[in-house]
């Protein structure tokens, strides 16, 4: 049998790469301080759970979902939290669309808006999902570098016009992965007036908008006047209340956009089980994650001090959870991660999100089987003691 040549576009995805080496580790006996992949190490929040359990009691949640854009108890507390949040209003039926996490509504946003011979505009480093979704659907990716001397944002001025002329999409995702850099309101304004003059979709990734620290609180793009007629914005319960498992986000903005991306949907997936529907649209008014924040400051704060008396020079991220780590002279991020592994301490090599990420290495403070920064501070150790670096 022969598979669809689409798939020879696309690489391993990266992160069962990352799973497949830590296993190798792990088998031959060694013990990881493992700061890989994102995925919050702490537990959803008791009262979730118990409210998950109180709807799925209801025969009815154990049904097929027939909404038209998912249940309408989630969509309309999603609503409420977007305004109290933000201060946008949002028509809960045009205007809101139920995910199964944000990364399905990526992906299948290229699938509803990219044909063959299109073009995208996608970060460079960034989460992988944009791009690959763009190959998949025939379209080519074209990468806005993200520097370190321009704060990790996107240069809308030194894209081609040409290039700009024949996009449908411009991806953006603020706080962002893998960086941790934040984006203001005055660039959104940017982005806005840009898609309009070339007739783009903006979509902007928010899933880290709640993970933030030192009185940080990330912007939606969809403040920004102007914003409702070009662009779409995907949030995820995932990293704000530690439900990665649960599979559930939503889609908010420009409502086209939405019906679109809700038509295509209406023919892949029936929607997600009601019951965490429901559970999840009660955590987004009632429920807070403080303790977990409080966790990720702290490791936050040892991590980078820590690198910083190894001979670094780094900032501590207003948001997200992760630390971008420069590579020591010498090394690329594929080395310096078989350098980091070799001594027990397993990071994410920045090559993996984009040519514009090596030299880099992604470290994340979702750190399973820490209690209080104390695995961070083994691995700051292991790296003094057992990782050649010459400044």
Not at 2 to 9: F, I, S, T
Not at 174 to 179: A, G, K
Not at 250 to 255: I, L, T, V, Y
Not at 259 to 282: E, H, M, P, T, Y
Request: hydrophobic content about 40%.
């Amino acid at each position: 049998m022969q598979r669809a040549k689409r798939l020879d576009l696309i690489p391993p995805y990266l992160f069962g790469e990352i799973a497949r080496l830590k296993k190798q580790a792990i088998d031959a006996g060694r013990d990881l301080v493992d700061l890989g992949i994102g995925d919050p190490d702490q537990p959803t929040p008791a009262p979730i759970v118990e409210k998950l359990y109180e709807f799925a009691q209801n025969p009815d949640t154990h049904r097929y979902d027939e909404s038209n854009a998912g249940d309408p108890s989630f969509l309309n507390a999603a609503a409420q939290w977007f305004h109290k949040r933000f201060g946008v209003s949002l028509n809960a039926e045009t205007e809101l669309l139920l995910l199964i996490g944000s990364k399905e509504g990526l992906a299948h946003l290229c699938w509803a808006f990219v044909d063959p011979g299109d073009y995208t505009l996608v970060p460079d480093p960034n989460y992988t999902v944009p791009k690959v979704n763009t190959l998949l659907a025939g379209g080519t990716p074209y990468p806005m570098p993200l520097l370190a001397e321009n704060k990790f944002l996107p240069d809308l001025t030194a894209i081609p016009s040409d290039i700009a002329a024949k996009s449908k999409v411009l991806f953006l995702n603020y706080p962002h992965n893998p960086t941790g850099a934040t984006a203001t309101p005055e660039f959104f304004a940017d982005v806005v007036a840009f898609a309009k003059q070339y007739d783009l979709l903006v979509c902007h990734d928010c899933a880290y908008s709640e993970v933030g620290y030192d009185g940080y609180h990330a912007p939606s793009i969809l403040q920004t006047p102007g914003a409702m007629d070009v662009a779409i914005e995907t949030h995820s319960l995932s990293k704000t209340l530690n439900m990665t498992g649960w599979r559930i986000g939503f889609a908010a903005g420009n409502a086209d956009a939405i019906a679109a991306l809700n038509k295509l949907k209406s023919n892949v997936d029936s929607k997600q089980f009601a019951a965490i529907d429901r559970a999840a649209g009660w955590a987004l008014l009632n429920a807070n994650n403080d303790a977990t924040l409080a966790l990720y400051k702290k490791r936050r704060d040892i991590l980078v001090d820590g690198l910083n008396s190894l001979g670094w020079n780094l900032h501590k991220p207003e948001a997200a959870f992760y630390i971008w780590v420069p590579c020591p002279p010498g090394y690329t991020s594929m080395t310096f991660a078989k350098a980091l592994l070799e001594a027990g301490v397993l990071a994410i090599p920045g090559l993996g999100y984009g040519d514009h990420g090596d030299g880099y290495v992604r470290m994340s403070l979702t750190l399973t089987g820490d209690r209080d920064g104390e695995r961070v501070a083994e691995a700051v150790r292991r790296i003094k003691e057992h990782v050649p670096i010459v400044w």
